[in-house]
């Protein structure tokens, strides 16, 4: 995919979530506060954000209780690491599983616009094998695609927080920054 589908694709994408966001009845964003907003706050598309890598399959997967935002903990599997650069900085990303035949990988991280510019407690990124990995197998790490956990939206719900092993030290700015009307702001 080049550059201009690339960016064609993210933009749609980014338009597609706006419209649930303020539409659907399934919406994270309470009804009284669609009004109000606009769309989703993002980083304009950088394809400097986006990368094609190896998933580094960890021999021995460990499960883990990954804590949530009301106290809860749920069990996941710690199933590989990305080792990639941004800039000079050499990084890396655990990836994790629910359970051994999730088709998707869930790659929850915080950087150092975390608090600032993004959600403090961090963003997301799900990288499903349909659609995230090439035909040589590397799988597409694209962080223009990282977004908020819904209980940035709502109170309704419970997320989990980012392991200390994915807080990244730099600033990731790609994805989603914060939610426009947060608390305090409405």
Not at 31 to 36: A, E, I, L, M
Not at 47 to 53: D, H, T
Not at 77 to 96: A, S
Not at 168 to 181: H, R, T, V, W
Request: aromatic letters at 14%; charged letters at 35%; proline letters at 8%.
């Amino acid at each position: 995919m080049d550059i201009s589908e690339w960016r064609k694709q993210l933009e749609e994408d980014r338009a597609e979530k706006d419209w649930f966001f303020l539409k659907n009845w399934q919406s994270p964003i309470p009804s009284q506060d669609r009004p109000k907003l606009k769309g989703l706050d993002c980083f304009p598309p950088d394809p400097g954000y986006r990368f094609e890598l190896e998933l580094h399959e960890h021999r021995k997967k460990k499960k883990m209780k990954m804590a949530y935002t009301k106290g809860e903990e749920q069990e996941f599997i710690g199933w590989g690491e990305f080792r990639f650069e941004v800039g000079d900085k050499e990084l890396v990303l655990q990836v994790y599983k629910h359970n051994p035949i999730e088709e998707t990988l869930f790659v929850p991280f915080r950087d150092a616009t975390s608090g600032k510019e993004t959600y403090g407690a961090g963003r997301y990124l799900d990288l499903n094998s349909e659609i995230a990995q090439t035909a040589d197998g590397k799988w597409i790490l694209d962080f223009n695609k990282a977004y908020n956990p819904w209980c940035v939206y709502s109170e309704a719900y419970t997320c989990p927080f980012v392991p200390p092993e994915n807080w990244l030290d730099i600033p990731i700015q790609a994805g989603e920054k914060n939610y426009p009307l947060k608390k305090g702001d409405k």
